[in-house]
């Protein structure tokens, strides 16, 4: 195997399997997918499996990244998840078919900038049910924000309006949070006379609720990013199996670069660390232990990497390098490669770390 290490491998088929997956639970449903590429820094092979996946939307929080999706194929549809910011609302109307607002200023920019542009943008106004990340709190400023819009705002297009939970304030959607936005859209529907587009109820989070047969009637519209990618998050925290989704779409392959016997408990003053930490270390006297050229830099958390060999444990790293012991008898030598499969923090900083391949296979 000849290559740059480390790489992060992608597997393509297996994504668009994952895809599909949700996809077609979704549909099932009545609910679209909006496909979220920001957790591989808008890797377009990425995004692209998506599509092929069957996702109607390609999400990101990131104007750069619908940038490129734009560039190629204009007709491709795009979403941004981060509210817009002023400074880029030129961008916003150029590159994103469907922006989530939260904010009159920036409702009025985007209207603005749409006019300049020839355009009508289509927004989906955002309602905080409790988590506290974006949102207009209550429902009447939702509902009075949702006429402003469609009577006063000849640029912009009342798409529809979404939530976010399970972010900020690790607030669980329900039955009744998610009841509330579906009631809320409905209020908007009948002062205006048509249908939304778009009910949007969360993200990957949200999935359980489906999976049980609970969500609330009129929801239409999930953005899906770590469900898909990973699927680390629902069986674990969520004890939702929606088999059989791959965990091992992304792999990180690193090469040794040091493996000896050394004790496991240092040896001297224990002090600071690094990072500044004092830690603790358990003795568990003579062990075998590889060093791999990738750190902190690259994955930020070694705790999130699992190796694909049950023979290696990771046990810690610098910004450099990362240290793994290895059962008795197994031997690795300079050179040797090791693979491990990651929770959705290692995949952000390692899809963005100009120091590591990505490779789409
Ligand atoms: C990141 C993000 C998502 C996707 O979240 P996952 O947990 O990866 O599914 C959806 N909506 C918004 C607004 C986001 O920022």
Known sequence: MTGIY????????????????IVELCQNHHIQVAGVSKGVNGDVGVALALKEGGCQQIASSRIEHLKTYK?????????LLRIPMISEIEEVVAYADYSLVSEYETLNALNDAAKRAGQVH????????GDLREGFFDDEA???MALKVEKEMAHLCLAGIGTNLGCYGAIKPTVENLGRLSHVANCIEMQIDRKLEIVSGGATSSL???VS???PQGINHLRVGEGLLLNMDLPEIWEVEIAPLHQDVFILEAQVVEFKEKPSHPV???FIDAFGN????????????AILAVGKQDFANEEKLIPLDPSIRVIGSSSDHLIVEVDGDRALKVGDTLSFRMYYGPMLHLATSPYVRRMLI
């Open 6 to 21: 480390p790489v992060l491998k992608i597997n393509q088929v297996k994504l668009v399997q994952n895809a599909k997956m």
């Open 71 to 79: 560039a190629i194929d204009p007709n491709w549809p795009t979403l």
């Open 122 to 129: 289509k927004v989906i106004l955002m309602m905080d049910l």
């Open 142 to 144: 939702t509902i009075e």
């Open 208 to 210: 359980p609720l489906l």
């Open 213 to 215: 047969g609970k969500m």
């Open 268 to 270: 001297g003053e224990i």
């Open 278 to 289: 004092r830690p603790t270390y358990e003795d568990r006297g003579i062990q075998r232990r």
